[in-house]
């Protein structure tokens, strides 16, 4: 964690895009890396790629920002399941909190936060469900314990106890013929697939001195600007 601040001149002013980072990385992110259809897709799927052989743990997780009616906003970490040209998605109960703030104003961001690798990427965007086919051929891939797990849970209420939740998933799975097996479990109609819209984009890349480069991409007219920001 970068918790000091050195003094004196930085030892790279003055090289521009030459300048190393303090993890040894000599290139510089830059606009120009912005290419495919949408141009922010390309270099998204190669960061994903090497956080995934950098062996990050849950690389894609995702820091979820909603905010409810009142603009009362609330984060958390959810997984995206999904990520493409249309854009990012993320499954969860209709009626959990962040369900229900979705409800209310359907607009997210999300940040991956690949610290290790000193980059981050946030997407920002109106939210709309996805459909019931994406849910189901989703739903069908999941581990049955996550599935019973689903039907279970009444999603962001309270509980009395972790013994009340675990006798919750133990009568959800004894219904459909236990946990190893038995009937084929159906998805909720309250559980579901949500994908945020991209309007903006924004790759983050970590340098020394916290001279970092920021690219930031907008959907504006049908098209993408793209500009680089300052740190």
């Given at each position: 964690?970068?918790?000091?601040?050195?003094?004196?001149?930085?030892?790279?002013?003055?090289?521009?895009?030459?300048?190393?980072?303090?993890?040894?990385?000599?290139?510089n992110?830059?606009?120009?890396?912005?290419?495919?259809?949408?141009?922010?897709?390309?270099l998204?799927?190669?960061?994903?790629?090497?956080?995934?052989?950098?062996?990050?743990?849950e690389?894609?997780?995702?820091?979820?920002?909603?905010a409810?009616?009142?603009g009362?906003?609330?984060?958390?970490c959810v997984?995206?399941?999904?990520?493409?040209?249309?854009?990012?998605?993320?499954?969860?109960?209709?009626?959990?909190?962040?369900?229900?703030?979705?409800?209310?104003?359907?607009?997210?961001?999300?940040?991956?936060?690949?610290?290790?690798l000193?980059?981050q990427?946030?997407?920002?965007?109106?939210?709309?469900?996805?459909?019931?086919e994406?849910?189901?051929?989703?739903?069908?891939?999941?581990?049955?314990?996550?599935?019973?797990?689903?039907?279970?849970?009444?999603?962001?209420?309270?509980?009395?106890?972790?013994?009340?939740?675990?006798?919750?998933?133990?009568?959800?799975?004894?219904?459909?013929?236990?946990?190893?097996g038995?009937e084929?479990?159906?998805?909720?109609?309250?559980?579901?697939?949500?994908?945020?819209?991209?309007?903006?984009?924004?790759?983050?890349?970590g340098?020394?001195?916290?001279?970092?480069?920021?690219?930031r991409?907008?959907?504006?007219?049908h098209?993408?600007?793209?500009e680089?920001?300052?740190p």
């Amino acid at each position: 964690m970068r918790v000091g601040y050195g003094g004196g001149i930085p030892p790279n002013i003055g090289e521009g895009d030459r300048a190393a980072g303090a993890d040894g990385i000599r290139e510089n992110l830059d606009p120009s890396w912005m290419r495919g259809d949408p141009p922010w897709l390309d270099l998204f799927e190669v960061w994903l790629r090497e956080a995934l052989d950098a062996r990050i743990p849950e690389p894609n997780a995702m820091v979820l920002g909603t905010a409810d009616a009142r603009g009362r906003v609330s984060t958390r970490c959810v997984l995206c399941k999904g990520a493409d040209a249309n854009g990012v998605v993320f499954f969860t109960g209709y009626n959990s909190g962040k369900g229900l703030q979705l409800a209310d104003n359907p607009y997210a961001s999300v940040t991956f936060p690949w610290i290790a690798l000193e980059r981050q990427v946030h997407f920002r965007g109106p939210v709309e469900h996805v459909s019931r086919e994406e849910t189901q051929a989703y739903w069908e891939l999941r581990p049955r314990g996550s599935q019973i797990s689903a039907r279970a849970s009444d999603q962001s209420r309270p509980i009395a106890s972790r013994l009340d939740l675990e006798k919750k998933a133990a009568d959800t799975a004894e219904s459909f013929g236990g946990f190893d097996g038995g009937e084929e479990i159906p998805c909720p109609p309250d559980w579901g697939g949500y994908r945020i819209l991209p309007e903006e984009v924004e790759f983050w890349q970590g340098r020394a001195n916290r001279l970092h480069n920021r690219v930031r991409l907008t959907h504006v007219d049908h098209e993408w600007r793209i500009e680089r920001l300052q740190p």
